[in-house]
């Protein structure tokens, strides 16, 4: 072991803030902290949550990370201390409102007193705002305390659940509702397809990147008939597809956000998502105007890619894939079951995002239906997405998104093979979607798969008794 790595030390570092911009704060915090050497190794999802002891004042974003750091525990504290001032936190009332909170709850698996700090953080076994995201980093572990045998998902469950329930949150943008994933009634996001190919499978050569008054009146109708993301790609990844150039797929849809942006006023609370698994593509959509980063690779056509997503800052869709576009039908065999195996697969691309700097409250997955999979595999995840959702561990508390469009089973299932004419079976999938837990539903025809989202809604998504 090297000098640097004998001296390295593990610590969980809880996140809170409920005054401005809450994730803002708490990620300029992360930023703040990887400049002073204190290395952020995986963060937990944030959850909103009502504030305790002093309960005028607004709900609390809190989370938890990760960090590897040299310092010990005192120097780590003013560390904190000197962030929490450098981003104006005034403490004017005991336990109440403050811009940003930044508490040490373990280090290493020591017990430390002193008089201006205690390690393990006092009461963390009796907050449900700490151990909820600590849980979802070190669920097994133990408390180094004397007499503290039950894991910490042990104390968790054992808290009476708290009224109301912290919802995680995953911010988009300052213009855009965060998605609450474990909201029982939150609404379905309708998320439109715009592919400014001239060869996707259902849609390809209608948008023309070039005729922006074209374009301009699809967005428009998009969003007038309920999108609230709008999906941009350019470069079709049909199974088989052959991809274009950097530059051909740059030329197709830079202008086209950018367009979107600055001369489509009605698009300024939508979401723009830009679909590519090119890392130079997803940094240049970024800075014209992207919000969303779609790589239905996960990052792992592009060794850059995770680089520049997390780079970015922005959120990002991880979809589930093996091989590639031209060769992704033939890998579909899943020895343990669809589900068990697109969960530790996806399980493997999150590590590999959070080890890459992404933040957990940043990521959004996808099933990947269609993508390495069969009829019967689409089925199955449609049939059990909730499995997927809280049955594997380490997915809950994530946002999802299924885009089971025109796909070619529901062409199979229905004998209907023009692409445009499956809205009837796409619409039993976006109802399956919901029902399974979706939070986007990925979609070409917006009108009819939003009534479909919005009955499908009222339906399932209502308070859980």
Known sequence: MDAVNASSHRAFIALGSNVGDRIEMIESALLEMERANIKVKRTSSLFETEPMYVLDQDPFINGVCEVETSLAPIELLNTLQSIEIELGRKKLIEKGPRSIDLDILLYDQEVFSHERLNIPHNLMLERDFVLRPLCQLIPHERSPLPGQNLTYLSHLKSLPPPVPTPVATTHISSSFKSLHSTDPQRPTHIMAILNLTPDSFSDGGVHSPTDLSNLTATVRKFIESGATIIDIGGESTRPGSAPVGEAEELARVIPAIKHIRTSIPEAANIAISIDTYRARV?????????????????????????????????????????????????????????????????????????????????????????????????????????????????????????????????????????????????????????????????VHDVKEMWQASRVADAIYRVEES
């Open 282 to 442: 997803a940094e240049e959509a970024c800075a014209a105007g992207a919000d969303i980063i779609n790589d239905v690779s996960a990052g792992s056509l592009d060794p850059d890619m995770l680089s520049t997503m997390a780079r970015t800052g922005k959120s990002v869709i991880l979809m589930h894939m093996r091989g590639t576009p031209s060769t992704m039908t033939k890998l579909t065999d899943y020895p343990n079951g669809v589900i068990a195996d697109v969960g530790s697969e996806l399980l493997e691309r999150i590590s590999a995002a959070e080890a890459a700097g992404i933040r957990r409250w940043r990521i959004i997955l996808d099933p990947g239906l269609g993508f390495a999979k069969n009829q019967s595999h689409d089925l199955t995840i449609l049939r059990d997405l909730q499995k997927l959702r809280t049955g594997v561990e380490g997915l809950d508390n994530f946002p999802w998104l299924m885009g089971p469009s025109r796909k070619r089973f529901i062409g199979r299932l229905t004998g209907v093979d023009k692409a445009s004419d499956r809205g009837w079976g796409t619409a039993a999938t976006v109802t399956a979607s919901v029902a399974g837990g979706a939070d986007i539903v990925r």
